[in-house]
């Protein structure tokens, strides 16, 4: 690595600091923080290691975590789809197809600002505008069907929701509401309703893995970083990841979910009327709503690792078990009153 580094950017010196990801991802080999003339962020995309349960590396340039898709994204410069509305991702230095069949990704080191609760509004607008001024495009390494593949790719024990001593464990008993179990059986139940709803609305280009861990903020611009799932979506699902997403790990109170619901939803429908989007904004919500499908698996794979040390994203740290159960237990229910919105907006739009 030492010697593309030198040939690719030219510097004698340098430091290299590893960056939290998603290890369990085989698609991300590492990222690192580069420091020298100045710093660059160097991402390397592999194929060759297996992963995590649920999180394999696939060769089909469709599959959900196709793992070049990526280096595709910034190659074609597919972001460029979205300039003006004030949402972009990092620029491309250099991309460097290794000997070894890996793919090195140096990109502008962003810099700016973890989200304020009032950034995730101006995310939320620019997003809109982005989505709603401009067509989604046909790539052949764009991903399809990503929710459906997301969520049927995982080892879930389902089985535990109906597992009578799980529920009495007191990490669970003490910390999930009262009423969640029945509507988690309910929107597994209704898992493949929801899935054929999502296809079934207006289309847009989809990041697909919109969360506050992927923003940055940047004077008046958003930053959108990991663009490897890229592809097809519902007109809103990025909506529908970001909100929950935001409290699932931690960076949002689960106490403020409305408030963060209305204006993100409120500052999305924006966007999308100023780029000059006239559908009907019913199906938007509904897509947010329906989104809630995604995250069915969460809690029978919380019922499974209720006794193992509860770590943070990427693994680094421990969590207070307490507060992510309860955390994670009231966004769950607020998901459950998303569930039912989109079962009645989808009665209300015949759908």
Same mark, same amino acid.
């Given at each position: 690595?030492?010697?593309?580094?030198?040939?690719?950017?030219?510097?004698?010196?340098?430091?290299?600091?590893?960056?939290?990801?998603?290890?369990?991802?085989?698609?991300?080999?590492?990222?690192?923080?580069?420091?020298?003339?100045?710093?660059?962020?160097?991402?390397?995309?592999?194929?060759?290691?297996?992963?995590?349960?649920?999180?394999?590396?696939?060769?089909? +340039?469709?599959?959900?975590?196709?793992?070049?898709?990526?280096?595709? @994204?910034?190659? #074609?410069?597919?972001?460029?789809?979205?300039?003006?509305?004030?949402?972009?991702? +990092?620029?491309?230095?250099?991309?460097?197809?290794? #000997?070894?069949?890996?793919?090195?990704?140096?990109?502008?080191?962003?810099?700016?600002?973890?989200?304020?609760?009032?950034?995730?509004?101006?995310?939320?607008?620019?997003?809109?505008?982005?989505?709603?001024?401009?067509?989604?495009?046909?790539?052949?390494?764009?991903?399809?069907?990503?929710?459906?593949?997301?969520?049927?790719?995982?080892? @879930?024990?389902?089985?535990?929701?109906?597992?009578?001593?799980?529920?009495?464990? +007191?990490?669970?008993?003490?910390?999930?509401?009262?009423?969640?179990?029945?509507?988690?059986?309910?929107?597994?139940?209704?898992?493949?309703?929801?899935?054929?709803?999502?296809?079934?609305?207006?289309?847009?280009?989809?990041?697909? #893995?919109?969360?506050?861990?992927?923003?940055?903020?940047?004077?008046?611009?958003?930053?959108?970083?990991?663009?490897?799932?890229?592809?097809?979506?519902?007109? !809103?699902?990025?909506?529908?990841?970001?909100?929950?997403?935001?409290?699932?790990?931690?960076?949002?109170?689960?106490?403020?979910?409305?408030?963060?619901?209305?204006?993100?939803?409120? /500052?999305?429908?924006?966007?999308?009327?100023?780029?000059?989007?006239?559908?009907?904004?019913?199906? @938007?919500?509904?897509?947010?709503? /329906?989104?809630?499908?995604?995250?069915?698996?969460?809690?029978?794979?919380?019922?499974?690792?209720?006794?193992?040390?509860?770590?943070?994203?990427?693994?680094?740290? +421990?969590?207070?078990?307490?507060?992510?159960?309860?955390?994670? !237990?009231?966004?769950?229910?607020?998901?459950?009153?998303?569930?039912?919105?989109?079962?009645?907006?989808?009665?209300?739009?015949?759908?």
């Amino acid at each position: 690595m030492s010697d593309e580094i030198r040939e690719v950017l030219g510097w004698s010196e340098w430091t290299a600091e590893p960056l939290t990801h998603n290890a369990m991802n085989a698609v991300t080999k590492g990222i690192w923080r580069l420091r020298g003339d100045r710093p660059v962020i160097l991402k390397v995309l592999t194929s060759a290691d297996e992963g995590g349960l649920g999180w394999a590396a696939s060769h089909d +340039p469709r599959h959900w975590n196709y793992w070049r898709r990526e280096a595709e @994204v910034y190659a #074609d410069g597919l972001p460029e789809l979205w300039k003006g509305s004030g949402l972009r991702a +990092p620029e491309l230095v250099a991309m460097v197809e290794r #000997d070894d069949g890996d793919v090195a990704l140096y990109l502008e080191d962003a810099g700016g600002e973890r989200l304020t609760f009032e950034r995730h509004a101006v995310m939320a607008r620019q997003l809109g505008r982005a989505q709603g001024g401009s067509l989604a495009p046909d790539r052949p390494w764009l991903s399809r069907s990503f929710l459906r593949e997301y969520v049927e790719s995982k080892d @879930v024990p389902y089985e535990l929701l109906d597992d009578e001593a799980a529920w009495r464990h +007191p990490l669970v008993g003490e910390h999930f509401p009262p009423g969640l179990r029945a509507e988690l059986v309910r929107l597994h139940r209704d898992r493949e309703w929801f899935l054929r709803l999502m296809e079934s609305l207006p289309r847009a280009l989809c990041h697909l #893995d919109v969360w506050p861990n992927n923003l940055l903020a940047r004077g008046p611009e958003t930053v959108l970083l990991d663009w490897a799932f890229t592809g097809d979506g519902a007109l !809103g699902e990025d909506i529908g990841n970001h909100v929950p997403d935001s409290v699932f790990d931690l960076f949002v109170p689960a106490a403020e979910l409305p408030a963060l619901d209305r204006a993100v939803f409120g /500052a999305y429908v924006r966007g999308l009327r100023e780029a000059g989007w006239s559908g009907d904004e019913r199906l @938007v919500r509904l897509a947010v709503c /329906a989104s809630a499908v995604k995250y069915d698996w969460l809690v029978p794979m919380m019922l499974r690792a209720v006794d193992r040390e509860q770590l943070d994203y990427g693994g680094g740290r +421990p969590v207070e078990a307490a507060r992510r159960y309860r955390e994670r !237990g009231a966004a769950m229910m607020f998901l459950a009153g998303w569930a039912d919105e989109a079962r009645r907006l989808a009665d209300a739009v015949a759908l």
